[in-house]
């Protein structure tokens, strides 16, 4: 090797990424910089962690180009396969590109992805490498080796530009990113490998991210979006707190974008792998569900996140509805996914049934196809209104609410009691065994949007409450005892 794969950086104990950046590609969301002159065009090393939005591919994650015909990038393509790759074209023939065998498609879990090169290795399949998630990829869909060991690559070519999501091409962002985005290593000049960045838990054998202590070169920079700002300077969401100050120029992000779902925290998000016969569409990282209006669809889909005991909390908003005439939306939870688009949520006609809605026409609480209550405390009917849920498999209950107040005067705190409760089945007895968010719709003949928020809302909220433990950003006050959907409460409290 003329340069070495370095493997140094110092472990931190509890390392803790703070915040991440969600990218939802309808806005066409980017970052980037111009670079200054004396970087290096055959070494370079990108690390970060990415949590997936919707399933498709053509997202390009980091793009850096002079011009049309001269460009590298680091993408996930082909769709439904999704494949990680690295690409350059120099003069508009494509000299390199690594694109992985396996598919990135886990919408639940963070990736650590790390892409380094060195072009003038004089061993060509050492040229470039990729690591997720700690593992060197060595299975590859396509590889092909750059052409010789002088070749360059244009990440840091002194005319380039250099772009965190999507390209931009003729003055337009086009496939942009379409997830979350943290912990960004960007190094100029020297190559690492993936333990730089993150090792493994002695504990639980999962890969985590530690803090580096790289050299960053002339155009590297870090980015922990840590800040909320639209400059590019350090109070910016593209703030590079390298100590290079190469901080990045924002576009079509705001402060609402920046989030605590992180790799150290992961939180619940909807799941586009439970939507078949929903056949929903998400957005703003898997927050935004809107119900098609194809008649006969009935069905649900649920979160990427299940508990069987604990109490836990979350909202979902009514965003916008095309149907005048009926409130047919409908949220809850589910012990198992639905198996037909006539699988209405709550009220499935096929033993053992799959879990509980509330339905917006009216109000009511379903079950197995029955509706276990109709609510006493007067119109239970929601239409673009906020919903948050306080759900105790401690003692099996389910309290409802309805911007800001309990129905039936409810007071989650009273535990066993279940004061405006309605009693759920221990999760232990459902076919799934645990019980996820959902959300669905009953054929209204109009389009639906919810957003849900599991602690990092994808809508203005006016106040801004955490639970006890601190997690999460919700709009009205988290019960006592009650917590967000987060890795971080799951393994305390979830079993």
Known sequence: MVFPILGSGDSSAGYNIENSLRFNDEDSPALYRANDSGGSNTIATISFWTKKGPNQGGMKAFYARSDNNNNAVIAISGSPENRLELRSYNGGNLDMQMKCAANVRDHSAWYHIVMMWVTADGTASDRARMYINGERVTDFHTYSDLFGSSDTMEWFQSDATFYISGEWENGTIGNAWDGYIAEVYVIDGTAYDASTFGETDEDSGIWKPKNAFPTYGTNGFRL???????????????????????????????????????????????????????????????????????????????????????????????????????????????????????????????????????????????????????????????????LHFALDLDNNKIWWGIDGTWLDSGDPTSGATGTGADTVVDASLTAGGFYSPAIGDLDSGGTYVFSANFGNPAFTISSGNADDNGYGNFEFDVPTGFYALCSKNLAEFGG
């Not at 649920?302 to 149907?323: L, Q």
């Not at 809605?357 to 509706?371: M, V």
């Open 224 to 386: 922990e979006f840590k800040q909320t700002g639209t400059s590019a300077n350090s109070s910016g969401m593209g703030a590079d707190t390298s100590g290079n100050d190469n901080h990045l120029t924002v576009s079509n992000l705001t402060a609402l974008d920046q989030t605590t779902d992180t790799p150290t925290n992961n939180f619940c998000t909807m799941n586009p792998l439970d939507n078949y016969w929903a056949d929903a569409t998400l957005a703003e990282g898997n927050l935004q569900v809107t119900m098609p209006t194809t008649s006969g669809y009935y069905s649900f889909l649920r979160a990427t996140m299940g508990v069987a005991k604990g109490k836990w909390y979350w909202e979902v908003k009514g965003v916008s509805t095309t149907d005048s005439n009926s409130d047919y939306g409908v949220v809850g939870f589910a012990h198992s996914p639905a198996t037909t688009r006539a699988d209405h949520l709550g009220r499935a006609y096929t033993s053992p049934g799959n879990g509980y809605g509330h339905y917006g026409h009216g109000g009511g609480f379903w079950y197995n196809g029955s509706q276990v209550t109709i609510d006493s405390g007067g119109d239970t009917s929601w239409r673009l209104n906020l």
